[in-house]
């Protein structure tokens, strides 16, 4: 497999955000970690949540992280590991903070060690402003394809390209130039294409994502992902043969080149 090399010393660093919560983000994160660690890539998980989600949904045991190095998982047959916030991050004021310290900790440690690097966040923090935005290579927005899907990424574009304005313009004004370049891939969620509103909040993210990268819609399968959820496993393990692992694998392969 060709190496991933970018400017974070190796490992291409993806951010999952959506600012707000239900849009299946978690889950993604868990889905396109496992797949890129099958197509042979080295991949860490920084895990943000107070009570750690990915030891447990990826068949681990609650209480095993090591507050000093990643967990291993192994999920049929495929590693992966699991960096978990809050271990080191107790006591600190508020955790938005303890996720830019950690992020900022985490990602220079350990990026020669890995292919991929992805960072779920909170549900909670609404901004750009209140997550580790600026060690992104890519940036992954779940969104279902409801009113507040749309909404929530008609607000996180908005903040993204004042954010990508205002870090050109400090370039200029200092005299130089970053290599790296941001990029932004919208992924539809829980697509239901026999509801009207469902298709028609299709054709507007596609409009609005139309600079940036949009991935193939994932159906609403709640069974599927439920039972996931249930066996601790990912969905491309649960049901490989379905429409929603294929649009997965397409999503991971999106993820690999972006």
Same mark, same amino acid.
């Given at each position: 497999m060709e190496q991933i090399g970018t400017e974070n010393g190796g490992a291409r660093v993806v951010l999952f955000f959506v600012p707000t919560g239900g849009q299946g983000k978690t889950s993604l994160v868990r889905d396109i970690g496992y797949l890129l660690a099958q197509r042979g890539s080295r991949v860490l998980i920084i895990d943000p949540h107070p009570q750690p989600s990915f030891p447990v949904w990826l068949?681990?045991?609650?209480?095993? *992280? *090591?507050?000093a190095e990643p967990l291993r998982l192994t999920v049929a047959g495929t590693s992966l590991d699991v960096f978990c916030v809050h271990t080191v991050a107790a006591g600190l004021p508020g955790f938005a903070a303890a996720l830019f310290r950690?992020? #900022?900790?985490?990602?220079?440690?350990? #990026?020669?060690r890995y292919d991929f690097i992805l960072i779920d966040t909170p549900s909670y923090p609404y901004s750009l402003k209140l997550v580790p935005y600026e060690v992104a290579d890519l940036l992954v927005v779940p969104a279902e394809t409801s009113p507040k899907g749309t909404w929530a990424v *008609?607000? +996180? +574009?908005?903040?993204f390209e004042d954010l990508e304005i205002g870090t050109s313009a400090l370039q200029e004004i200092g005299g130089y130039r970053s290599s790296a370049r941001r990029e932004l891939l919208i992924v539809p969620n829980r697509h239901d294409p026999d509801h009207e509103v469902d298709r028609r909040m299709v054709g507007e993210l596609t409009e609005r994502a139309r600079p940036y990268l949009l991935a193939p819609p994932i159906p609403a399968a709640r069974p599927i992902f439920e039972g996931a959820l249930v066996r601790r496993i990912p969905v491309p393990v649960l049901a490989p043969r379905t429409l929603v692992a294929r649009r997965l694998r397409s999503i991971a392969e999106m993820v690999a080149a972006a």
């Open positions: 068949g681990g045991e609650e209480g095993t *992280d *090591d507050p950690e992020a #900022s900790f985490v990602v220079p440690r350990y #990026s020669s *008609d607000r +996180l +574009l908005n903040e």
